[in-house]
């Protein structure tokens, strides 16, 4: 139940980790995990789902409700529902599902961390600081942008993240720190390649994702540099820290550009690269990292100024991000929210979407 009166509304989720819904009255009626759609049996399985459950609560839409992001199957399949669409932007979704989940009104400040989502600016966004308003959102902040060399090989390949923010602070020096695992684990002939196609901006998208730093951090340390399956080099981050308890953390900057606030990772990486240089244990590396992860969320609410903040994203299915953030802002006077029932994940876009269609249908 949410508080709020929804008109009958239908869902379809995103593309990974999809979850459809479906709304009336008062009452969001979530799909179980369908999964990613990119098998003909998984989108068969997503569209048989979505007229179970319309059928089952006997439901007309008067919309449907989809992501922003105009190669998902499932906004392609909102298209040819024969129903009004509303395309929602990923990470406004995000923190409308904590926001439901939790009963929260506007204004918040929802932080929307994750691998990828669809920007505004046709970009790829996924550090994401969002003032939620009655009727929209403003994006007021994110983590400094950098690029990711080979496009999507990057989100399975956490070395190119690594190379992507090596770049963005080196520049073609990168080539050359050998002492680095994801540098050292590419020939000279493809870091030159790599370099070229940085400079010349050849597939290599923009991104401001908080998962691909995460990537990068964890191929620093030399944890993984490729991955079997979504999220592994970041969760060998967060188990590196093992037993390791300390409130040491790294410094970061906070800029202003064009009226949006930059949280810039720049200092942090440096600090990395001298620990490890100087044979620090990559847990108390880890450690240190996820602390100035919290530390930079609480440096952007006493910016931002809103009270409440809600949490979302699949950033925040780590256990020990999560529970650091909430101590210190807590500690800080602010009033955090996390999803407890609700995947933070893009298993839980459905429900902000709801809310979001609910908007613009008032």
Wanted: aromatic fraction near 8%.
């Amino acid at each position: 139940q949410v508080d709020a009166q929804l008109p009958p509304l239908l869902a379809l989720g995103a593309h990974l980790k999809n979850a459809v819904a479906v709304a009336t009255h008062t009452d969001v009626f979530p799909s179980q995990h369908i999964g990613d759609l990119e098998t003909p049996q998984a989108f068969e399985s997503f569209r048989r789902v979505g007229e179970d459950l319309l059928r089952l609560y006997e439901l007309k839409p008067v919309a449907v409700a989809c992501d922003a992001h105009p190669d998902y199957l499932s906004t392609q399949h909102a298209a040819s529902a024969g129903l009004p669409v509303v395309r929602v932007q990923h990470h406004y979704a995000h923190v409308l599902s904590c926001m439901g989940e939790n009963r929260l009104a506007a204004p918040v400040l929802g932080v929307g961390w994750e691998g990828t989502g669809y920007g505004l600016d046709h970009t790829i966004w996924g550090g994401e600081f969002l003032r939620v308003t009655d009727s929209s959102f403003q994006r007021v902040a994110h983590l400094r942008t950098f690029r990711l060399p080979g496009g999507e090989r990057a989100v399975k390949e956490p070395r190119r993240a690594a190379v992507g923010i090596l770049y963005e602070i080196l520049g073609d020096a990168f080539q050359v720190r050998e002492d680095l695992a994801p540098v050292r684990s590419f020939e000279a002939r493809e870091r030159r390649l790599l370099a070229q196609a940085l400079a010349r901006r050849v597939n290599a998208p923009v991104t401001s994702s908080a998962g691909r730093l995460f990537d990068a951090v964890a191929a620093l340390l030399g944890l993984r540099l490729a991955t079997q399956f979504e999220g592994q080099a970041a969760m060998e981050l967060e188990w590196a820290i093992q037993e390791v308890t300390t409130d040491a953390s790294y410094s970061f900057r906070i800029e202003s550009k064009q009226g949006i606030l930059i949280a810039d990772w720049e200092p942090l990486t440096r600090a990395i690269l001298a620990d490890l240089a100087a044979g620090t244990a990559p847990s108390v590396i880890a450690a240190r990292f996820h602390n100035s992860l919290a530390d930079m969320i609480v440096a952007i609410a006493e910016r931002v100024g809103e009270p409440t903040i809600a949490l979302s994203g699949g950033c925040f299915q780590n256990r020990y991000l999560t529970e650091r953030t909430v101590h210190r802002l807590n500690d800080a006077g602010f009033a955090p929210h996390w999803h407890q029932r609700v995947p933070p994940n893009d298993g839980g876009i459905a429900l902000g979407q709801i809310l979001a269609a609910a908007r613009a249908k008032e």
